[in-house]
């Protein structure tokens, strides 16, 4: 039942995460920063799809999947378009990773340690669902603000 509900949940906020992206009226404004505002909506969108697919494509699906966490900070200007692409990977990838998953195996261990002590997958998917919806919320004030700037 979890399994399914986070299937779900996934689904519907990657595609919100693609309807903020499409909302930028101006492909640049994706890529701004300013004052105390450190991450672009471009790169917290590349910062989702890498953790997505490593944690869940890589690490549950065995996607194969190589993460490089630096570039989704450093990488600038990546077309609007690219980043929708992405996205769309992305969603198909989770949506593989967690059909591959039964209820009864989310009591198991994460294969990988993410935090100081090993967790089961259970705790590591809810804490990426909730990772998923912090980022979320940072892109929607992100687009609002820059739109008014």
């Known amino acids: 039942m ?9 689904q ?10 499409v909302q930028y009226g101006q ?9 105390e505002i450190s991450n672009s909506a471009g790169n917290l969108c ?10 869940i494509g890589k690490e549950i699906g065995k996607s ?6 630096e570039a989704e900070f450093s990488l600038k200007n990546v077309p609007q378009q690219q980043l929708l692409s992405m996205i769309e990977e992305t969603l198909a990838v989770v949506e593989a990773g967690l059909g591959q998953l039964k209820d009864s195996e989310l009591e198991k ?16 998917l809810v804490h990426l669902y909730g990772h ?10 992100h687009r609002r603000l820059v739109g008014s700037w």
Not at 12 to 21: A, F, K, S, T
Not at 27 to 35: H, K, M, S
């Open 2 to 10: 979890l399994v399914a509900t986070l299937k779900s949940l996934f």
């Open 12 to 21: 519907r906020d990657l595609l919100r995460l693609r309807n903020e992206i």
């Open 27 to 35: 492909e640049d404004q994706l890529w701004e920063v300013r004052g």
């Open 46 to 55: 590349l910062h989702l799809i890498g953790n997505l697919n490593n944690y």
């Open 64 to 69: 194969g999947y190589v993460r490089n966490r």
């Open 109 to 124: 261990e994460f294969p990988v340690l993410v935090f100081e002590h090993k967790t089961s997958i259970e705790y590591l």
């Open 132 to 141: 998923l919806n912090y980022h979320l919320g940072q892109i929607n004030y």
